[in-house]
């Protein structure tokens, strides 16, 4: 719940200011009213947001603390104590002042800060069935899951990236620095005899030796241009969109791992006890791409009217298959929440197959781009040295 730095007149016509949390300027103007005071403006106050690599170690800490019987008071105060990290033990202390003065700690962390929503709400589920140790183990699972499906998509990035980051960097020297150098020894009144691939190598290396730097400004432009355009335009936005899911095997990976999120994250809430609209709610944020959010919230007004569970869930675009039979199994069974940790594995293992394979075909991709293109730099110096030599 955002909030409010506030200016307010009272009955007595005094003017005050202060701070209160509300849902929107119009539930603050009614809290506000209440206290018989008329608001004069109001400004919304940042809330920072806590990040996973906080969060992560944090449950690690309090965790196993909860599950041996410890008071949160005193767990927080262990964790505040004996931790290194700076950040978790001064989480660990913030959340014990406020469970001090009384609040739950589900309040506590909406008042801290901006932290998952699907963490907040399970936390809200443990504390109203008393199974707050259980909803505890099964977050940092989810949480350590998520962290190393992180780590090895970096992992298997990283490599490609520098791979493609040499090359191009390896083709701009060459035409800066080296191709000029054999340039300088041919003559002009030879060049009519150099071959066809060594001039256009020639051209290309006095293109970016005069222009290279405006060429690369013009480039970012029409970058930023474009990015822009994807961001601020509605028509450019939804395309961009559709065009991700439809892209070969970049799509279909994208699509799994959002599936796999989705899954996971629903898996737990209904385990959890909460209801599966509420559940789609908060699972909302994990699906990045527009379509699939546009799908889901036609998937939540189906479910309201009444439709079938695997009818609702198939208007989410790109789900991968697996993921509507497991549904119709849970579904059947009642046992939703099951199934769809289930099928959170299979798709966590189909999306770790498919990257490394994408990997396995990126890499020698790039190797033999690379090797090409310096091969064809080599081969066209070498040429034009052979026919000056054919000349003479």
């Known amino acids: 719940m955002p909030e409010y730095e506030y200016r307010a007149i009272g009955r007595n016509g005094i003017e005050i200011a202060g701070h209160e949390q509300a849902d929107s300027i119009e ?63 001064g989480l660990a202390g913030q959340l014990r002042k406020s469970i001090k003065r009384g609040e739950s700690l589900s309040g506590a962390l909406v008042q801290l800060g901006r932290f998952d929503p699907l963490l907040v709400a399970l936390v809200q589920v443990g504390e109203a069935s ?69 001039r256009i190598l020639f051209a290309i290396s006095d293109f970016m030796i005069a222009y290279g730097w405006a060429a690369a400004f013009i480039l970012a432009v029409i970058g930023a241009g474009v990015v822009m355009t994807i961001l601020r335009n509605d028509a ?88 509507s039979r497991y549904i119709k199994l849970g579904n059947e069974t009642g046992n939703l929440g099951t199934n769809l940790s289930k099928v959170a594995d299979i798709l966590q293992e189909d999306f770790n197959n498919r990257l490394k394979s994408m990997v396995a075909i990126l890499n020698p991709l790039i190797i033999v781009s690379m090797g090409g293109i310096v091969g064809f730099m080599v081969i066209s110096i070498l040429l034009a040295v052979f026919s000056l030599s054919d000349v003479h």
């Open 130 to 198: 008393g199974k707050l140790q259980e909803v505890l183990g099964i977050l940092e699972r989810y949480y350590q899951d998520a962290q190393k499906i992180r780590r090895d998509l970096m992992a298997s990035l990283t490599y490609p990236a520098i791979l493609a980051l040499v090359a191009l960097l390896s083709m701009i020297g060459l035409s800066l620095y080296v191709v000029p150098v054999f340039k300088d020894i041919f003559a002009d009144d030879k060049a009519h005899v150099l071959p066809f691939g060594t």
């Open 27 to 89: 539930a603050l103007t009614l809290a506000l009213r209440k206290q018989q005071l008329t608001l004069l403006r109001a400004k919304s106050q940042k809330i920072p947001a806590i990040s996973q690599s906080v969060v992560l170690p944090f449950l690690s800490e309090l965790s196993p603390l909860i599950n041996s019987g410890i008071p949160l008071d005193r767990a927080f105060q262990i964790i505040t104590e004996d931790c290194r990290d700076a950040k978790v033990s």
């Open 236 to 323: 450019a936005n939804r395309k961009w969109h559709a065009m991700q899911l439809r892209l070969p095997l970049w799509g279909e990976l994208q699509a799994k791992f959002a599936a796999f999120k989705l899954a996971k994250a629903l898996s737990i809430m209904l385990i959890g006890g909460l209801p599966l609209p509420r559940s789609l709610e908060i699972a909302r944020p994990l699906l990045t791409n527009r379509l699939q959010r546009e799908g889901l919230e036609d998937c939540l007004s189906g479910l309201r009217k009444g439709e079938p569970i695997p009818q609702a869930i198939n208007r989410i675009p790109a789900l991968p298959v697996q993921f």
